[in-house]
């Protein structure tokens, strides 16, 4: 059974840096890809950061070069670094496999950017 437990969110200004980290159990990150997903209110779910089962990373082009997604093999856990956070990256960050696995959705962490 997969278990996918996102934290790391809070609030914080415009410009600033959050950490989120995901704990997973049930997967084996060498076999498959992950991801950090954002839902903004209102709005869809979107994948924006992916690491391969191989470790390569992927980033959407409103991200990239401010989001960097990492993992940590031995403690199964995915991270995502955001930097210079915007107020419309306001969102609930979720982890997941690519492609996502509906039964894997967990709580979400929520990010607030905002002054």
């Known amino acids: 059974q997969v278990q996918l437990v996102e934290s790391g969110g809070g609030l914080v200004q415009p410009g600033g840096s959050l950490r989120l980290s995901c704990a997973a159990s049930g997967i084996i990150f060498s076999r498959n890809a992950m991801g950090w997903y954002r839902q903004p209110p209102g709005k869809q779910r979107d994948l924006v950061a992916g690491i391969s089962s191989d470790g390569i990373t992927n980033y959407v082009e409103s991200v990239r070069g401010r989001f960097t997604i990492s993992r940590d093999i031995r403690k199964n856990t995915v991270f995502l670094q955001m930097d210079s956070l915007k107020p419309e990256e306001t969102a609930v960050y979720y982890c997941?496999?690519?492609?996502?696995?509906?039964?894997?959705w967990g709580q979400g962490t929520q990010v607030t950017v905002s002054s």
């Open positions: 997941n496999q690519i492609p996502a696995a509906l039964p894997n």
